[in-house]
């Protein structure tokens, strides 16, 4: 079953306390299509300048993924800035180019309107409308949101959310949309906004899913050294929609599989800068971390069982 995913394709230039790099692929989609890729057909919806560059073409068409609605424009590709303080979970947005993404109004290929998985990442609502809009009948869709778009675009955003099944945002986020401090009632207040499942991302501090009668909750896998938190949210979305996506349907427990496998690969992502270490990724390190998490998490596991 096919999943569509419409976000930034971008360079991004990043800081963080292990160094940096300038002009490296990023963006949402990247991160969400080199996640989802693992599980299920993947197929991008994103505009990209005269500057991008071959090597990035050849990085997607070799993971299988789709990037025949990726439109080349006249201009300079999405760019990003950001600089991560010592606390990985505070970033600063140094600059921020729209470029070619800038008036993007995206008309989906026939295939990809009968797309039964949808992935709205964080761009304006008004585009996640456009694109949504454009899908027939979709089975499960996914929107992420930020900051940006709940102060200036409130009401835009509301009426998105009438139409999503799960809404991602992390814990910041979570709590300015709600206007509650406290995560719990912000998750149970968004739940009331029209999304099935609400998922907030909290970082180092793993995942909390909020649905209409039970909560989970999943740390994240610790890691001793994390290089570059970019693109973990897009990530774990990416994984997540794709076990949805290979399983074609969705219950509680595909649900929380999907939350643990996004949990996996976001891990991976963090590793290194830019998209490297999802891009060099295979099934087995993904299967292998999976199983590990498994156990890490398993309070009832055999092995500490008394004869
Ligand atoms: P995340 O760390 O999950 O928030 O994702 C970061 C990625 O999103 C980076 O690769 C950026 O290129 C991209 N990004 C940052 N700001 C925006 C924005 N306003 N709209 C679209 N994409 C963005």
Do not use: C
Not at 8 to 36: K, M, P, Q
Not at 188 to 206: S, W
Not at 286 to 305: G, K, P
Request: glycine share 8%; proline share 4%.
């Amino acid at each position: 079953m096919s999943i569509v995913v419409v976000g930034s394709i971008g360079y991004d230039t990043v800081e963080t306390t292990h160094g940096g790099v300038t002009d490296a692929l990023g963006g949402s989609a990247s991160f969400f299509a080199l996640a989802a890729r693992f599980f299920a057909p993947v197929s991008i919806v994103a505009a990209v300048g005269t500057d991008f560059r071959a090597e990035d073409w050849q990085l997607f068409r070799e993971r299988s993924i789709d990037v025949r609605g990726m439109v080349q424009l006249d201009g300079p590709t999405f760019r990003w800035h950001g600089r991560y303080h010592e606390d990985m979970n505070i970033r600063d947005t140094v600059s921020l180019a729209l470029n070619v993404f800038e008036g993007f109004k995206p008309d989906l290929l026939p295939d990809q309107k009968r797309a039964d998985y949808v992935f709205l990442s964080n761009i304006s609502p008004e585009l996640q409308a456009h694109v949504l809009a454009q899908v027939a009948s979709p089975r499960v869709v996914v929107a992420d949101t930020m900051n940006h778009w709940i102060v200036n675009d409130r009401k835009e955003l509301m009426r998105l959310l009438l139409k999503v099944n799960i809404l991602t945002l992390n814990d910041e986020e979570a709590r300015l949309l709600s206007g509650e401090s406290n995560l719990v009632r912000a998750g149970r207040a968004i739940l009331k906004m029209g999304p099935a499942t609400v998922l907030v991302k909290r970082g180092e501090y793993g995942v909390l899913k909020f649905g209409q009668d039970s909560m989970f909750a999943v740390p994240a896998w610790p890691l001793e050294e994390v290089v570059d938190p970019t693109g973990a949210g897009d990530t774990f979305a990416g994984a997540l929609m794709g076990w949805i996506a290979r399983i074609g349907r969705l219950n509680e427990s595909i649900l929380r599989t999907g939350i643990v496998y996004g949990s996996v690969l976001a891990s991976f992502a963090v590793e290194q800068f830019s998209v490297a270490r999802l891009a060099a990724l295979t099934w087995e390190d993904v299967e292998e971390r999976y199983r590990a998490f498994i156990e890490m998490t398993d309070s009832h596991h055999s092995r500490w069982m008394s004869p």
